[in-house]
């Protein structure tokens, strides 16, 4: 069984729409709308926009193995990438351009190749489901994904979606497999399908909540604030951050919102010209003060302040990072559901 553009369309999860190529499909987890206003604010953001972060391919099938294909283009300055596959919830394979995690760790902006891949997983034998996680950190044009042995492949759809809002440490920098950045985990551990419109580098951006989209969300979370205290300006922060706020509890009336303060980074002591780096918190508490059913998050301690947890030392965690990052935030959401 091979997929077409519409069985493709309707396994996967996460994106706003899927692009017809030349060569195949390319998921796309931002609007059209989206992605018009990140072109018109900063080109690098749109190339970031294109990666198809948090998004899975997901299926109920038969299939003994299956057969993915795919070209890999630069969205990023991270141009290392992982695919997986899962079968109910196990690890069965995938690929990656690196050879391990060491040569990640320490400097993830080292130099991959990219261009055209393929891999054949073994899926095993009877009804399994199916999710391939696709990366953080590239433009990924799939040129073929075929079941072999198959007699079904039907779509695996979550009841719940969590609509997540962030700079790069949402977006997935510098989880080394992508099922193991913040997100992917939470989603994995609340059971909810991930709609990711994180960007590497971004603050506040009260604009992209006037482009239209196809959310619907039950969960937001909000992950802003390391960027705006490192090169912001503290009024237009402050200004930003009600804006943004008020506009999506507007925008998505039904849904709980998540507002996360930023985690520890290597520079925390340093005074800005923005102020304090513990004033972001005050700034996104106040923000928030008279709003109905959005919550404060501390994030600060999620993650250990030590920079082996760091795939960079210093900003953004890997995989071990994140794990905690994961659960300390699961365990403080789970209380307001």
Request: with cysteine; aromatic share 14%; charged share 30%.
């Amino acid at each position: 069984m091979k997929f077409d553009f519409e069985k493709l369309k309707e396994c996967t999860n996460g994106i706003e729409y899927l692009e017809k190529t030349e060569n195949g499909f390319i998921p796309h987890r931002f609007s059209l709308d989206e992605e018009r206003a990140y072109k018109e604010y900063r080109s690098d953001y749109y190339t970031k926009c294109l990666s198809p972060a948090s998004v899975r391919i997901e299926f109920k099938t038969d299939a003994e193995a299956l057969f993915i294909s795919y070209n890999v283009k630069e969205s990023s300055s991270r141009l290392y990438f992982a695919t997986q596959v899962f079968v109910n919830g196990e690890y069965k394979g995938g690929n990656r351009n690196f050879n391990s995690t060491e040569e990640i760790q320490g400097n993830p902006s080292a130099k991959f190749e990219l261009g055209t891949f393929g891999a054949r997983v073994d899926l095993g034998e009877g009804e399994k489901d199916v999710s391939i996680v696709l990366p953080f950190s590239v433009i990924l044009e799939i040129t073929e994904l075929r079941l072999d042995g198959a007699t079904y492949a039907n779509p695996i759809k979550k009841s719940k979606t969590l609509l997540a809002y962030g700079d790069s440490i949402t977006h997935g920098y510098d989880a080394f497999y992508p099922a193991n950045s913040y997100i992917n985990r939470l989603g994995s551990m609340l059971d909810v399908t991930v709609c990711n419109k994180a960007i590497g580098g971004e603050i506040f951006f009260p604009e992209l909540l006037g482009a239209e989209n196809g959310a619907d969300p039950d969960y937001v979370t909000v992950a802003y604030g390391t960027n705006d205290h490192s090169r912001g300006k503290r009024e237009k922060t402050e200004r930003d951050a009600r804006l943004f706020y008020k506009t999506l509890r507007e925008k998505y009336p039904r849904a709980k919102i998540f507002a996360i303060t930023p985690i520890w980074r290597w520079d925390v002591d340093t005074v800005k010209p923005f102020g304090d780096f513990h004033d972001v918190e005050k700034i996104i508490a106040a923000a928030i003060k008279d709003l109905d059913d959005v919550y404060l998050i501390r994030g600060f301690d999620f993650v250990p302040h030590a920079p082996e947890y760091f795939a960079d030392l210093s900003l953004h965690p890997n995989d071990t990072g994140f794990e905690h990052y994961a659960k300390n935030l699961y365990e403080q959401i789970v209380k307001y559901l």
